[in-house]
């Protein structure tokens, strides 16, 4: 039986780097180019379209590569042949276990082999795992997230983030005045940001320490915290010695 064409996507913030990309790819009768995008648009058009084979451009502004594989599920993420204009992310590539990489502008030959490594890879039923480490180990500390809202992939740093709050196995991350729900556990959420930025002031809520504004005793030994904007969170007395340990304590 005669295997469906593997399903490519090109990823790269350049539409001439794209467009070259997908001519020399369109040479192979086993690829079929689903799809290009930039950064921020990709993990979108990689869900979307089932992408089995993803050519990703490192450096782009907004997310980079890295960032564009830990948005995917690790379970289903595309075999990735990394592209870049410079030499010392080729190196980088190599010490996460890359199956390869490009050096920008992409040569015949090079692509060659570039290809039947990815093919290989395809079939061999570890390249999921292997992929899903390299992107933990990149993205220990989160820099951003990614949330849909409205139909659009929005692209949340962390220093923007005012407050995390608990919502059952998903959590919701407040940024001035809107409301960002994502699929992650508080659990989660925590120990992927900066513990000198963000601290868990009780169960259900992770606060930015660069927002908060005052800290109100109230009954029991509990404490309220006012953020900049005015919003109130509640400091458990459980956590208020871990908070003014990482915020600093007035004497």
Known sequence: MTRAPIRVAIVDDE???????R??????PELAVVGDAIGVDAPALIERERVEMLFLDVQMPELDGFGVLA?????TLPVTVFVTAHDRYAVRAFEVHAIDYLLKPVDDARLAIALARAKQRLADAGATDRLATLVDEHERLAERFLVRARGRVVVVPTDEIDWIEAADYYA??????????????????????DARRFVRVHRGAIVNIERVREVRSLFHGD????????????????????FEKRFGKAR
């Open 15 to 21: 539409p001439l780097a794209r467009e070259s990309l």
């Open 23 to 28: 001519v020399l790819l369109a040479r192979d």
């Open 71 to 75: 948005a995917l599920d690790p379970a």
């Open 172 to 193: 919701t991350l407040h940024v001035e005045h809107e409301a960002h729900l994502v699929r992650q556990t508080m659990a989660e959420l925590e120990a992927s940001l």
């Open 223 to 242: 404490s309220e915290l006012v953020l900049a904007g005015g919003t109130r969170v509640r400091l458990s007395r459980t956590r208020r010695a871990e």
